[in-house]
């Protein structure tokens, strides 16, 4: 399926202003543990916030979502694949603390990015986040680079990639104590799952939503 940015856009931003699929799509992408129930609200929750972009990008035939993959020699996460983002800063928005962020990782500059709209705030208890991710895109292409001490590599991977199910896949990992069916996305070999994996979920729900809508 290709997929045009001009037309997909106007479509993409009146559907993200209509209700969401919400904790319902993050959960197709949640790791399968029946010892716990996933409790996914930011509501009510003493969490530290944090912003993060799904950048919609240009490329030649179709466009592509922007990934980071983090340094393999960092303590933590190495090797993990997320959005662009991190934690808000005083008196900042959070849209604000996701376009600072891109411009630190990936040297986007805020002014080159149309801002869509707003998915769903997710909470992550190991790292006690309250995430919230945006949309955007670049009318034109722009030159990405990691810029960051963390970030090691940058992945652009065709919408119409994400949006093949043959690209949703599960493996049995031990989380826990136990062993937990997770299923993840395969991007080019990369396995994209948590978080990043839910968020991403629900983007590509709106996505088929907004073409749907125009068929």
Do not use: K
Not at 180 to 188: E, G, H, I, Q
């Amino acid at each position: 399926m290709a997929f045009s940015l001009s037309r997909l856009v106007p479509r993409l931003a009146e559907r993200l202003g209509g209700p969401l699929p919400g904790h319902e799509a993050h959960l197709r992408m949640a790791p399968r543990n029946p010892s716990r129930r996933a409790d996914l609200s930011v509501e009510a929750r003493d969490c530290r916030d944090a912003g993060v972009l799904l950048l919609l990008h240009p490329d030649d035939a179709d466009p592509s979502v922007v990934l980071t993959v983090r340094r393999d020699h960092l303590p933590d996460h190495a090797g993990q694949i997320s959005f662009p983002g991190g934690r808000r800063e005083r008196g900042e928005s959070l849209s604000d603390t996701a376009l600072r962020e891109a411009e630190e990782e990936i040297n986007l500059p805020p002014a080159s990015v149309d801002m869509l709209g707003a998915l769903t705030p997710l909470f992550i208890p190991p790292s006690n986040f309250c995430v919230h991710p945006f949309v955007g895109h670049t009318p034109s292409p722009a030159s990405l680079r990691p810029t960051d001490a963390e970030v090691g590599r940058i992945l652009q991977v065709p919408l119409a990639r994400l949006l093949d199910p043959a690209a949703r896949t599960t493996e049995t990992r031990p989380l826990n104590g136990r062993d937990v069916d997770v299923p993840y996305y395969d991007v080019a070999g990369h396995t994209v799952w948590g978080a990043t994996a839910m968020m991403l979920a629900e983007f590509l729900a709106v996505v088929r939503d907004a073409t749907a809508s125009a068929e």
